[in-house]
């Protein structure tokens, strides 16, 4: 395996082919994503093997103290079976990086934990484990290879599928925003009569509005709206909007999808109090459109997302905060996949600490 150089023109210009769209791509290591980040601090870099294989790295310079800290979001790409061979990538990563300056490197490559090549590789080149970068460790997937539409629907449980249907009798229409759609929504969805920009700010208050009925919150506003709608507009992103019958102000309920590698992610849900009274089959019926969408677009699986949380990297308990989102994920024919989780390897200790400490200065002091 050879030393990882920074991408060609001729690399970034198929960058998200291979990065997002290829098989174990994700929209964190999009340019959209980059271009995002870039935004808010943090400085891209598009690093390449002479095999095609790619990484997105984020670097952030230290305050006062110079060197940085890197940070490879959901990268390198998994390869199933394979875990030794990603593991080789991250510490061709951090050799490279670390001969640029930079103090510490942090990746969280969807790798499951069962391959034991990953861990043994990294623990030998120094790596060890963080606690996560990203809401959850660990997932609950939908297989979706080789089933149709009825067969995925049989999978899932009774009362959810009454819950589906009955959304369905009462006329709960669906509406799809997605830069892929060629104006045809497909039978199930309807093509979206607003801007999808405005599409994707209701559903941020929709967000808080669960939220706050979770126990959980969000970030701003401009980073949340501002990340989706480059994402949409790349493709990668989709928003699935729930409508009651007739004359209505707003949907009762909403799904935002990533599309990568061989599967659509579910990646924020959210729903009105009075919709889940009035409609209680919309949020139901919004997660059967999403496997119906990944089974016409050929996808492998519908990545239903995580449950576990800081404190509690586990499948969880009954009577925990977490175990009615859990059982709702399993009844669409969920399966737990356990990841191996974040990693990081520190190569200069004394400045990663140093800096640690001037960026949570810094921040602190512009707040004030």
């Known amino acids: 395996m050879t030393e990882p150089h920074d991408a060609t023109p001729d690399e970034l210009e198929g960058w998200d082919a291979l990065a997002v769209d290829g098989p174990g791509g994700h929209v964190y290591q999009s340019r959209a994503w980059a271009e995002h980040r870039a935004g808010q601090g943090w400085e891209p870099r598009y690093l390449a093997w002479d095999d095609g294989e ?15 800290g890197a940070y490879v979001p959901r990268g390198p790409r998994p390869v199933p079976g394979k875990g030794g061979a990603v593991a080789g990538r991250l510490v061709d990563l951090a050799e490279r990086l670390a001969g640029d300056g930079v103090d510490v490197l942090s990746a969280d490559p969807e790798v499951p934990a069962a391959d034991d090549g990953y861990r043994r590789t990294l623990t030998a080149a120094g790596f060890a484990p963080i606690e996560e970068l990203q809401p959850s460790r660990h997932r609950l997937r939908r297989p979706l290879h080789g089933i149709d539409e009825d067969g995925a629907m049989s999978g899932i449980a009774k009362s959810t599928r009454q819950r589906i249907r009955q959304a369905e009798r009462a006329g709960v229409r669906v509406v799809r925003h997605d830069a892929r759609t060629d104006g045809d929504a497909g039978d199930g969805f309807e093509c979206p009569v607003e801007p999808t920009d405005r599409a994707l700010d209701r559903f941020y208050d929709l967000l808080l509005e669960t939220g706050e009925r979770r126990g959980f919150g969000f970030g ?29 102000d707003a949907p ?11 599967r659509l992610t ?13 409609q209680p089959g919309a949020l139901h019926l919004l997660r059967w459109r999403a496997i119906q969408l990944a089974i016409r677009e050929r996808r492998a699986e519908l990545d239903l997302g995580g449950v576990d949380v800081p ?38 200790a004394g400045r990663y600490a140093a800096g640690r400490l001037a960026l949570r200065l810094t921040r602190l002091a512009r707040r004030r």
């Open 266 to 278: 579910t990646v924020h849900s959210g729903d009105r109090a009075e919709g889940r009274r009035e």
């Open 54 to 68: 790619r990484a997105l790295v984020l670097t952030r310079p230290w305050p006062l103290v110079g060197g940085a």
């Open 252 to 262: 009762v309920a909403g799904l935002i999808l990533y599309r990568h590698g061989d």
């Open 311 to 348: 404190g509690a990297r586990r499948e969880p308990h009954r009577g925990e905060p977490m175990w009615g989102l859990y059982e709702h994920k399993r009844s669409f024919g969920g399966e737990w996949l356990e990841l191996a989780g974040a990693q990081e390897r520190v190569a200069r």
């Open 220 to 248: 701003s506003r401009a980073d949340f709206v501002g990340w989706w709608r480059a994402a949409v507009g790349a493709g990668h992103l989709v928003l699935l909007e729930a409508w009651p019958p007739g004359a209505a």
